[in-house]
């Protein structure tokens, strides 16, 4: 076997020329009139036990030197990867250029490569971020009074299963008493379910914050890593899409290309900074979350890949983002 020439090729593609000699070809035609022979039906004759005369009449010179070379490459292609010293991403795209008996075998590979591409400076870019979340804490006071009695509101109309409630506006707060506020649990008065539905309102919006912050330092980094994907993984992922979503429209085909394009680099800068900063997830750490999560739904099943890639996500933002565990 030989490399011919060897190209690297614009967004993390390599394009291989390969010379490989009939001998090696030679190699596995046992193997393969072996496997024919087994498959091929004849009539008047058992799978395996027809003369190599007549299997070859049946199925042709060239069919047996095209099955050879596809069984020599997929034996020498880890050798050729090894030689090119190339880190695939994909499966190969190899093209056959020249396939005849007693002369080499030229074929053409062509392969998507792990991108290389630096870092930015990511913990800078969370750290403006963290600033501006801290700039715009918020805090119980910033809990509008209105908003409140709109809670209370949406609660009288669960609780009477009626719209009598239709505007929070419209409501004189009187409305509410302590009784009605002891009726929704272990309240002593109005003020005090009043300082829950605020407390509750508080954790919604820093929730809602929290997502808006992670998006946000999502769109920074993809923006600022010098990265680009190669066209043959986009358009891998891109037929697996559509495989699975066949009722997509002309038109929307290229958003989707787009789409793709953003979460293959997102997954790679990601995998990068987990790498960089060792973050990893413990079995035992998944162990307790699988253990309380069956004991919340004992009748759900769960996805522990799923729930993988979750905990590690939650992690990761604990760490860059400097987030409090919920």
């Known amino acids: 076997m030989k490399i011919i020439s060897q190209k690297k090729l614009p967004k993390n593609e390599a394009l291989l020329e390969v010379s490989i000699p009939w001998?090696?070809?030679e190699e596995t035609r046992g193997a393969v009139l072996k496997?024919?022979?087994?498959?091929?039906?004849?009539?008047?004759f058992r799978s395996g036990h027809i003369p190599e005369k007549i299997l070859l009449e049946q199925i042709g010179e060239e069919y047996l030197w095209q099955e050879m070379a596809e069984k020599t490459l997929?034996?020498?292609?880890p050798k050729i990867?090894?030689?090119?010293?190339?880190?695939?991403?994909?499966?190969?795209?190899?093209?056959?250029?020249?396939?005849?008996?007693?002369?080499?075998?030229?074929?053409?590979?062509g392969i998507s490569l792990f991108p290389e591409f630096s870092l930015p400076n990511y913990q800078k870019i969370a750290d403006e971020i963290i600033a501006s979340e801290k700039a715009?804490?918020?805090?119980?006071?910033?809990?509008?009074?209105?908003?409140?009695q709109d809670l209370l509101s949406e609660i009288h109309k669960i609780r009477t299963g009626t719209d009598q409630v239709e505007d929070a506006e419209e409501i004189s707060f009187p409305s509410f008493d302590d009784n009605f506020a002891k009726k929704l649990g272990d309240f002593k008065n109005l003020e005090e379910?009043?300082?829950?539905?605020?407390?509750?309102?508080?954790?919604?919006?820093?929730?809602r914050q929290k997502e808006k912050a992670r998006a946000l330092f999502l769109e920074k980094i993809i923006k600022e890593t010098p990265l680009e994907i190669s066209d043959r993984l986009i358009k891998e992922e891109l037929e697996h899409f559509?495989?699975?979503?066949?009722?997509t429209k002309e038109e929307e085909k290229e958003e989707a290309k787009k789409q793709i394009e953003e979460k293959l680099k997102l997954e790679f800068i990601i995998e990068a900074i987990f790498k960089k900063e060792n973050i990893s997830l413990s079995d035992e750490t998944l162990e307790t979350s699988l253990v309380q999560l069956k004991q919340t739904y004992p009748d759900q099943p769960i996805d522990q890949n799923r729930l993988r890639?979750?905990?590690?996500?939650?992690?990761?933002?604990?760490?860059?983002l400097k987030e409090e565990k919920d």
């Not at 093209?95 to 075998?105: E, G």
């Open 35 to 44: 496997n024919l022979n087994q498959e091929i039906k004849i009539p008047g």
């Open 193 to 207: 379910l009043k300082n829950r539905l605020r407390q509750n309102l508080i954790l919604e919006k820093k929730h």
């Open 242 to 247: 559509l495989n699975h979503h066949p009722e």
């Open 23 to 25: 001998t090696t070809l």
């Open 81 to 109: 990867i090894e030689e090119a010293k190339l880190n695939p991403l994909t499966p190969p795209d190899i093209k056959i250029k020249k396939l005849a008996p007693q002369n080499p075998l030229e074929i053409e590979i």
């Open 74 to 77: 997929r034996k020498i292609y």
């Open 136 to 148: 715009n804490e918020l805090k119980i006071e910033d809990i509008e009074e209105k908003e409140v």
């Open 309 to 320: 890639n979750f905990l590690l996500n939650e992690t990761f933002f604990q760490k860059i």
